[in-house]
């Protein structure tokens, strides 16, 4: 009886860690698979000199960015005190340590903060703009804070046909900075459901499982335990 007691104890424990272990897998599966992150083109940025273009950069999944700063720096130039294609900080322009070259030629969409889009716009480019940018968030909430975009100046390429060019000024909106944005969320989503889904599944499991063995135990134990001697 004792050994039957130690076996089952044995096998209840490390039912018990395995099952422990499925749930952990599967709770924090679904958030590494949502992880915040900075997101930018794979490819690079073609343009004219003269163009006006913009240089994609958004977080994923959709998060509200408009408390936080946003920097935007052009990582082969050598560090000095200007060495910012743009600064965004307290919800505004920063442009004290701005290169100047690229003030008042630069601008956020700042109503699509609210949307995760922090992509940065930059007017009438020219053969010195050429180069690698990054985006920086330094406080998200991520592993992946940050994302290089290549813009590419190319004057063979025929100048966009003369346009008005508007304002430059920090309402301009643009479309989302990537039209698959929305399926993935849908996705992720749909992912997170089916994985809290499977956690019950597996709880259900466990709790019946521990049920029959509790049953099991108890008619093993009437089995083997000796009947009481009869009264005298």
């Given at each position: 009886m004792r050994r039957f007691q130690a076996d089952f104890k044995g096998f209840t424990c490390r039912f018990?860690?395995?099952?422990?272990?499925?749930?952990?897998?599967?709770?924090?599966?679904?958030?590494?698979?949502?992880?915040?992150?900075?997101?930018?083109?794979a490819q690079p940025i073609i343009a004219a000199?003269?163009?006006?273009?913009?240089l994609p950069c958004h977080v994923e999944p959709q998060i509200n960015v408009e408390g936080q700063p946003?920097?935007?720096?052009?990582?082969?130039?050598?560090?000095?005190r200007f060495r910012y294609v743009y600064l965004y900080r307290d919800r505004r322009e920063v442009?004290?340590?701005?290169?100047?070259?690229?003030?008042?030629?630069?601008?956020?969409?700042?109503?699509?903060?609210?949307?995760g889009n922090v992509s940065l716009r930059i007017l009438n480019v020219t053969l010195a703009d050429e180069g690698r940018y990054r985006c920086f968030l330094p406080t998200l909430a991520g592993h992946r804070k940050d994302s290089v975009?290549?813009?590419?100046?190319?004057?063979?390429?025929?100048?966009?046909?003369?346009?008005?060019?508007?304002?430059l000024?920090?309402?301009?909106?643009?479309?989302?900075?990537?039209?698959?944005?929305?399926?993935?969320s849908v996705?992720?989503?749909?992912?997170?459901?089916?994985?809290?889904?499977?956690?019950?599944?597996?709880?259900?499991?466990s709790i019946a499982g521990g049920?029959?063995?509790?049953?099991?135990?108890?008619r093993h134990s009437l089995k083997y335990d000796p009947a009481p001697p009869a009264p005298a």
């Open positions: 018990g860690l395995w099952t422990s272990v499925l749930w952990l897998g599967f709770v924090f599966w679904p958030s590494a698979e949502g992880e915040i992150q900075v997101i930018g083109p000199p003269g163009d006006d273009i913009v946003v920097e935007w720096l052009k990582p082969d130039l050598q560090l000095s442009r004290a340590v701005q290169i100047p070259s690229y003030v008042r030629r630069t601008a956020l969409f700042t109503n699509e903060l609210r949307r975009v290549q813009l590419v100046v190319d004057p063979n390429l025929a100048k966009n046909p003369p346009t008005i060019k508007p304002q000024n920090t309402n301009l909106q643009t479309p989302d900075p990537e039209d698959t944005t929305v399926v993935k996705l992720r989503h749909l992912g997170i459901w089916v994985s809290v889904l499977v956690v019950f599944i597996v709880l259900l499991l049920y029959l063995l509790r049953h099991q135990f108890l």
